[in-house]
């Protein structure tokens, strides 16, 4: 398959400047800023990003699930009024009717349309059959293992001949080698001029699934709200090799661009001069003081406490995507640095990751003590002795939502308390200052926010 640069086919589908934003617990909480997005006939794309980038609100916007706040959605250059009559869509957890047998569930969308009973049932068996469920038409979803049951939601999808298939994460709640399976499977039809579609748009967090099967990958950042990062086009033939260079060359080259290191998006631990750090500019990565002090201790163990991510992740039996909350947020703490798809201890983390307890602590509170969120907690207990997590919760609800603010609160908590700068009970829901840590906070910087 060739790239759509190179040949250039008609635009199906396309997103014009679109914004979504939601109505969060106090005003409306963006969530994406300004999408242009053409998807062309004859590719695949995917929609790369981090949880919370919006790469689902952005496929539900392209499939006219829900409207977006501005701009325009046109389906062969028409504007979409409500659902887009072009696509449908394959979701994470299968979404089948338990009620109905196999057959019945790839009728469903059929019936929709309004297409007589036998049509439906002779293009219901089409559909079963090209997806590899033969002798399954009678079966329930509850018989069918995770794998048949994705196989029923793409069947239920293709039966409609869509001209662009949305997927919503479709492997990720499958085992990897059911997933590897039915990927290969997918990837054969698309090949061979089977798959009844003219296009696909995929939204994944998984880098290597992106790139073995995807013509290009749209990488969408989170901060502050869900936009384009970068576009890779992937000319490579297929079937794909994910130990080829110039596959790992190019999953290299996204990791880098989702872990932030790019000439335009400055680093996490490095924000741009004007822009000071504050807990609603720089969330909290979701990681906790025990996956941080575990991962430093593993890269203390390699030369030079260097070791190429991917690699790393390989070595942990973990994707690359769940390492990076947590490479995040060695970054930000300063423990780690990412350079050249390589991950390595910073000085402090190197001291971090050999340290006893009582040091750990110290070192962990001079460098917690710059995470904008753990700075207001502490700067207000310095003040205020003791402090309603309500008062956080105030704070942050401009700027995420209540679920968000949790994580955000939980997270810094976590490390608050084992830096030792403060303590939080639970069924008070109340901080209290540490009696320690003025002395810890004039040990580390402090260049976060002033409550
Ligand atoms: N219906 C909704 N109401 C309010 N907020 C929402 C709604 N749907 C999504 N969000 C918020 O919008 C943001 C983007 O969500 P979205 O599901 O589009 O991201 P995503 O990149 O697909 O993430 P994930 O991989 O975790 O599914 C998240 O912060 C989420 O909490």
Aim: aromatic content about 6%; charged content about 25%; proline content about 5%.
């Amino acid at each position: 398959m060739t790239t759509t640069a190179t040949t250039n086919p008609p635009v199906l589908l396309a997103a014009h400047d679109v914004t979504k934003s939601y109505a969060g617990a106090d005003g409306e909480l963006p969530v994406l800023g300004g999408i242009d997005l053409d998807i062309h006939e004859g590719e695949i794309v995917a929609l790369l990003g981090k949880s919370g980038s919006g790469k689902s609100t952005l496929l539900r916007c392209l499939a006219g699930l829900i409207p977006a706040s501005s701009g325009s959605v046109t389906y062969k250059g028409e504007e979409l009024k409500g659902a887009n009559p072009g696509t449908a869509m394959v979701f994470q957890t299968f979404a089948l009717l338990p009620w109905l047998t196999v057959q019945q569930n790839v009728e469903l969308g059929l019936e929709a349309k309004g297409v007589g009973p036998r049509e439906r049932a002779e293009a219901a068996v089409q559909a079963i059959d090209l997806i590899g469920l033969d002798g399954f038409e009678s079966a329930y979803p509850k018989e069918l293992s995770g794998g048949m049951r994705q196989r029923v939601g793409f069947a239920r999808a293709l039966v409609v001949e869509p001209d662009v298939l949305m997927m919503d994460e479709p492997f990720s709640a499958l085992d990897v080698l059911t997933a590897e399976n039915l990927r290969g499977e997918l990837m054969e039809l698309w090949e061979s001029g089977q798959f009844p579609t003219k296009a696909v748009v995929l939204v994944t967090h998984n880098i290597e699934e992106a790139v073995l099967m995807a013509d290009r990958v749209v990488v969408l950042g989170s901060r502050p709200y869900g936009t384009i990062r970068e576009t890779f086009d992937v000319s490579l033939a297929r079937p794909r090799d994910r130990q080829s260079p110039d596959f790992e060359r190019i999953v290299d080259a996204i990791y880098q661009v989702m872990t932030g290191r790019t000439k335009d998006t400055p680093k996490l631990s490095e924000p741009a001069p004007a822009t000071r750090r504050t807990p609603a500019n720089t969330p909290l990565p979701e990681a906790s003081v025990d996956g941080l002090s575990g991962l430093a201790e593993i890269l203390a163990q390699h030369p030079g406490s260097r070791c190429d991510f991917a690699d790393l992740a390989d070595e942990l039996g973990l994707e690359v995507d769940d390492l990076l909350p947590l490479v995040d947020a060695l970054e930000l703490l300063g423990l780690a640095e990412v350079h050249d798809g390589d991950l390595f201890l910073t000085e402090r983390g190197t001291a971090f990751a050999g340290a006893d307890v009582q040091d750990s602590k110290k070192l962990f509170a001079e460098a917690a003590i710059d995470a904008p969120l753990v700075h207001l907690i502490t700067s207000t207990l310095l003040r205020t002795g003791t402090q309603q997590s309500g008062f956080f919760r105030d704070l942050l609800a401009h700027h995420y939502t209540s679920e968000q603010i949790e994580q955000q609160l939980e997270t810094a908590t976590d490390w608050g308390r084992y830096a030792e700068l403060f303590s939080y009970n639970a069924d008070t829901e109340e901080y209290r200052l540490d009696e320690e840590a003025g002395l810890r906070v004039a040990a580390g910087t402090g260049t976060g926010t002033e409550g």
